[in-house]
């Protein structure tokens, strides 16, 4: 229990003084979480999930800090699925698809690029797929034309990732219906 205690206080205590090392000298920090980015959307870069309910929508430090608390509470795929943890504009089908996608590229990314993971699974079921695994394979094999470059935008990917979903007839992902051929 003493052990516990420690590691909560110093985990504290590391968060509080990573929050003041990031504060600019004679800037004023306003109490509780960062605002909301300019998109309007409640979190940033980190995506949604308690992360994001705690740290807010700002930049820099508070995003490694709301990434860090959504990837070691797995509360992002709740979220989502639920439609809490500030996850409301996630509906399932071709915009919320496009939309989750957009929103967590660099993560969506990585796991495309290993077949597998968090994200995937909830692309999956935003897209109405049967299988989680078999839409990894399909994403992975298809890697290139979804980041077909280093240039290509968040949109574009978004829109990249959506097209592989609903025309790999393997696939079966009801929700995303007959989204239009390029």
């Known amino acids: 229990m003493k052990k516990t205690i420690a590691i909560a206080t110093f985990s504290t205590l590391l968060v509080i003084s990573g929050a003041a090392i990031a504060q600019a000298p004679g800037d004023e920090a306003a109490p509780g979480p960062a605002p909301a980015p300019a998109s309007g959307r409640p979190y940033g870069d980190a995506g949604c999930g308690l992360g994001s309910v705690i740290f807010g929508g700002g930049t820099g430090l508070s ?8 990837g070691s509470t797995y509360t992002q795929l709740f979220g989502i699925t639920s ?5 409301v504009d996630f509906a399932p089908g071709p915009v919320g698809a ?3 996608s ?8 990585k796991d495309i690029s290993r077949g597998r993971g968090e994200t995937i699974a909830t692309l999956s079921a ?6 989680a695994a078999v839409v990894g394979a399909s994403l992975q ?13 968040d949109r574009a990917f978004a829109e ?14 009801k929700k995303l219906g007959s989204v239009a051929a390029r």
């Open 63 to 70: 995003q490694v800090l709301a990434s860090t608390t959504n």
């Open 83 to 87: 439609g809490t943890s500030n996850c």
């Open 98 to 100: 496009r939309s989750f």
């Open 102 to 109: 957009q929103t967590n590229r660099t993560v969506l990314a």
């Open 126 to 131: 935003l897209g109405g797929c049967k299988d």
């Open 141 to 153: 094999k298809n890697y290139r034309r979804i980041v077909p470059s280093a240039e290509v935008t």
């Open 160 to 173: 990249n990732v959506v097209h592989v979903l609903a025309t790999d007839s393997s696939l079966t992902c």
